[in-house]
């Protein structure tokens, strides 16, 4: 028989600090009108200076394995997708690995920017379907408000803090991993990067004073990228998969901005209840953003079977990528 990859589990953890768009106004030159008609971003939760991603992530998969009914023997590999780990090196993923009582498990941190968890859920299939595992934990974990340039209006009234996490195993009950697209396009990759901090601009004091260790973004290119890339991945997931778009029931896309979450459910000929949106209380948190959206609609009851989910995502890289999950 054919081995298959299923959700079994999912959690989520956001700090409790929340930052409102009338605290931005005192920090940048900004509105609350203009944040909630261009974004959709009411409040955002940030985490103070204790807090650190594998905080967050440890909390979410601790959720995870609890609504799997995993013990920590279960658990074979720990993957967490981030571009806000707690340090350059080691991963968060041995971090949390530790923490969760693992053991010696296999576990690494990958990048992908928002698409992170897209691209965690994409191996964890492929791990499963060969037979290395039979269950794995994926986290998609962010700390972005650390790396915010807070004097750059352009940005800054975006991002938020949080960690989403999944417990992916070989056996269901449970959200079967059906086909996807993803890929990725490092001609554009100045739209949205971290300048300095890795090897080509090593952290000095000149960097730090410009900013460079903080997100530096082309909003309006971005998001042009994005609606095409989310649209097209949709698409070509679903066609491989062999279902119409008329038979989605539920798109959970990265929570980056209302109106490309909206655009990219016209491509699919979505109603407006078939698409879960949470960015207005959480900002865009890069790649937990899915998960956290995913374990609020698992615990609202509306992944009860059966149900076609199409998860889609995009971000640094750029990259971007679509997968089908048949509940
Ligand atoms: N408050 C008020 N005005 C603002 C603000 C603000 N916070 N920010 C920009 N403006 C102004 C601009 O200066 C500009 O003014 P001008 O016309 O006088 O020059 C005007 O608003 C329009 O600016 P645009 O950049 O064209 O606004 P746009 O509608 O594109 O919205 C936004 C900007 C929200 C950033 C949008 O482009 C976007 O969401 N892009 C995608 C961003 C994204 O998803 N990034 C992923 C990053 S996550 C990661 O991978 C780590």
Known sequence: MNREAYIVGTGHCVPEKILTNA?????VDTTDQWIVERTGIRTRHITDDRTATSDLALEASRQ???SAGWKPSDVQAVIVGTVTPDHAFPSTACLVATRLGLGRVPA???EAGCTGFVYGLIQAKAFILSGLFDRI??????????????????SCILFGDGAGAVAVSSQGPGGRLGSFHWGSDGNISDLLIQPAGGSREPATCETVKAHKHTIW???????????????????????????????????ISHQANWRIIDATARA???????????????GNTSAASIPIALDEAMRAGLLASPKNVVLAAFGAGMTWGGIVIRW
């Not at 699919?268 to 209380?281: A, F, K, M, T």
Request: charged content about 30%; aromatic content about 8%; overall charge negative.
């Open 64 to 66: 995870a394995m609890e």
């Open 137 to 154: 934990i994926v986290i998609g974990a962010e700390c972005l408000t650390k790396i915010t340039n807070w004097d750059d209006r352009t």
């Open 268 to 282: 699919l000929g979505l109603s407006p209840e078939q698409v879960y949106v949470n960015i207005d209380r959480y």
């Open 23 to 27: 605290d931005l106004e005192k920090m």
């Open 108 to 110: 690494w941190d990958f």
């Open 217 to 251: 973004m082309n909003g309006s290119e971005t998001f042009k990228h994005a609606v095409r890339a989310m649209r097209d991945s949709c698409l070509l997931a679903l066609e491989n998969e062999g279902i119409p778009k008329s038979e989605v029931d539920l798109l």
